[in-house]
């Protein structure tokens, strides 16, 4: 069993950047893949950016370039650097873990990039 707790979500303009985190707790040991997901009003909730246990990355295209995901050492936390935030980066932002194949979702936190 894994629970995920999201922070650092806020409002932001557009340009700016923000910084969000995921804590994991539980059945840390066997976590292996984990992910950042957002879903905007009226949208799909879609992949942003995934990390291996080992540290390999893969973002989807909108956001290469200016998203970084990150792991700690103990695998336990990983990290969401967001920079030259747009307006389309607006969604809650969900963190994603798997263990022993099953998924684990974090209960979300809001990003809005507006003037």
């Known amino acids: 069993q894994v629970q995920l707790v999201e922070s650092g979500g806020g409002l932001v303009q557009p340009g700016g950047s923000l910084t969000l985190s995921c804590k994991a707790s539980?059945?840390?040991?066997?976590?292996?893949?984990m992910a950042w997901y957002r879903q905007a009003p009226g949208m799909q909730r879609l992949l942003v950016a995934h990390i291996t246990r080992d540290g390999g990355t893969y973002y989807t295209q909108s956001v290469e370039g200016r998203f970084t995901i990150s792991r700690d050492n103990a695998k336990s936390t990983i990290g969401l650097q967001m920079d030259s935030l747009k307006p389309e980066d607006t969604a809650v932002y969900y963190c994603?873990?798997?263990?022993?194949?099953?998924?684990?979702w974090g209960q979300g936190t809001q990003v809005t990039v507006s003037s």
């Open positions: 539980g059945s840390v040991a066997n976590i292996g893949y």
């Open positions: 994603n873990a798997f263990l022993d194949r099953k998924p684990y």
